[in-house]
């Protein structure tokens, strides 16, 4: 088993779902901190969800599924946007509905599509080993998008993420910037997509920045933290998935839980040792 490990990364596959997992973890370490600290996992499951309409829809009609659900993932975020920040009250509410309708509008042509259907498979669980060089260019794309818009909005993002309402008094573009931010989310859920799958986008988003969280407070020490935890937790689920042949995704996404629930106990065992 040693020496398969070993020579795991002599294949061109391997070395692309590392890379794959590598540029994931630049932005679903930044990208995923805003979600923890602005409180919003809900609106990027939402729309997580809803980009699997743009995966039917493009794959009904000969297209590329990523560049459907980029589309999807972008005018669905707007959309639950402007709705959470219209109706806060009741959004919740109209975001699951937005969501079903993306879900099921998928399903819909993805059932109407003739032919074997086991690449959408892929869009739902992950399938790591079978990213391509395509692909790659796309997550790296989307990365160094995420890095320079992160970067150049760094302080006003912070301000919106810690107190929305200083922010407004202070007359930052409070709605441009959370718009903004949640197109991000939109396009870290396509390429997340594509490592982790569709059902466990989320997780990966949010298991290395609440991981992070625990022991930092500042959002640039959480950033940087989440984008180390998140290339450690693919890189280990990579190898074991390897080394006793399961799905890469879904041994990533346990690795990241497994690790939050620990780095949580040591904290409560730090802070009270005889509770």
Not at 24 to 53: E, S
Not at 189 to 211: D, E, F, S, W, Y
Request: charged share 10%; glycine share 10%; net charge positive.
């Amino acid at each position: 088993m040693i020496d398969s490990i070993q020579n795991m990364f002599a294949y061109d596959f391997m070395r692309n779902a590392l890379f794959a997992s590598l540029l994931v973890g630049i932005a679903c370490g930044l990208i995923g901190t805003l979600v923890v600290l602005n409180r919003i996992v809900f609106l990027g499951g939402g729309i997580a969800h809803a980009a699997y309409g743009g995966i039917g829809l493009a794959y009904y009609f000969g297209q590329d599924p990523m560049l459907g659900a980029i589309l999807f993932s972008v005018l669905s975020a707007l959309g639950m946007g402007a709705v959470h920040l219209r109706t806060k009250a009741r959004s919740d509410t109209l975001i699951g509905v937005m969501w079903s309708i993306g879900m099921a509008i998928g399903i819909i042509f993805v059932s109407l599509t003739p032919g074997f259907k086991a690449d959408l498979m892929s869009y739902l669980f992950g399938s790591l080993l079978a990213v391509s060089s395509g692909d790659l260019q796309v997550m790296a794309l989307v990365a160094l998008l995420v890095i320079v818009l992160v970067g150049f909005f760094f302080r006003s993002l912070q301000a919106i993420s810690f107190d929305e309402t200083f922010s407004t008094v202070r007359n930052l573009p409070v709605t441009g910037l959370y718009l903004m931010m949640l197109v991000m989310i939109g396009l870290t859920v396509v390429v997340t997509m594509r490592v982790v799958g569709l059902i466990m986008v989320i997780a990966m988003l949010t298991i290395p920045p609440a991981t992070a969280n625990l022991f930092l407070k500042d959002m640039k020490g959480m950033m940087l933290l989440s984008i180390g935890l998140s290339w450690l937790f693919s890189s280990v689920g990579l190898v074991v998935s390897f080394a006793l042949n399961l799905q890469a995704g879904s041994v990533i996404i346990l690795v990241a839980a497994l690790s939050y629930l620990a780095a949580a106990g040591i904290k409560k065992l730090a802070v009270h040792p005889q509770a």
